[in-house]
């Protein structure tokens, strides 16, 4: 499950955090190398609690 320059980040439209699947996101229990589409459902922002769908591709 190797991430590459190809995996694109995404950046939430509410506050500007910017999702990196080569990163994840250690806090919730995301390891790195998980894409965007693979989060759970209920992933929100770690910094403003935002859903998914207020996410836009970079």
Do not use: N
Request: hydrophobic letters at 25%; aromatic letters at 10%; charged letters at 25%.
């Amino acid at each position: 499950m190797g991430v590459g320059a190809s995996s694109p980040k995404y950046r939430c439209t509410v506050c500007g955090y910017e999702y990196d699947p080569a990163v994840g996101d250690p806090s919730r229990g995301i390891h790195p190398g998980t894409p965007f589409d693979e989060l759970p459902a209920d992933w929100k922002c770690p910094q403003c609690s935002a859903s998914k769908d207020k996410f836009v591709s970079e």
